[in-house]
């Protein structure tokens, strides 16, 4: 029969190691010594967005060589949307008729999921107000009291 299952890293680190041999915790990757350039892969309007977030990104830290797959992803997902709207724009109208009757023009889709997509990569890297509470292990400030700022600072 199967033992109990391994403990999580991070559960370890709070208890300590029951033999008092220190814990190990996960490599870090190696911070690069500038930020890494965009992948040749990308479109125009990807490379556009890489340029936009990746420098603030490995400003922060939050950028190394193993993380240029899933910003390359962030950025194409939001060169989609982004090509997805501008066709959207120059539609006549958001439906399309079929044999079934009326039903949102395709493009309506494509552009929603590349959003969705965007988001999801883009927490990865704090690019929404929830992914950056994540990164910092953070709790959402406290609404501003009444009497904030009644005894001076």
């Not at 029951?18 to 010594?33: F, H, I, M, Y």
């Not at 977030?53 to 939001?78: I, K, Q």
């Amino acid at each position: 029969m199967p033992g109990p299952p391994p403990e999580h890293p991070r559960l370890r680190l709070l208890r300590g190691s029951p033999g008092k041999r220190p814990v190990r915790s996960p490599p870090e990757p190696k911070q690069a010594d500038s930020c890494p350039e965009s992948p040749a892969r990308l479109s125009d309007y990807a490379k556009e967005e890489w340029e936009a977030v990746a420098p603030e990104l490995f400003r922060l830290g939050l950028l190394t060589m193993l993380d240029v797959s899933t910003l390359a992803a962030y950025c194409s997902a939001m060169a989609r949307w982004r090509t997805a709207e501008q066709a959207i724009e120059r539609l006549d109208s958001l439906t399309i008729t079929t044999k079934s009757g009326q039903r949102p023009h395709p493009l309506v889709r494509i552009a929603s999921q590349a959003a969705n997509d965007a988001l999801k990569f883009g927490a990865q890297f704090g690019l929404t107000p929830t992914g950056r509470l994540r990164l910092a292990g953070m709790t959402p400030p406290a609404p501003p009291s009444k009497f904030d700022g009644l005894l001076g600072q």
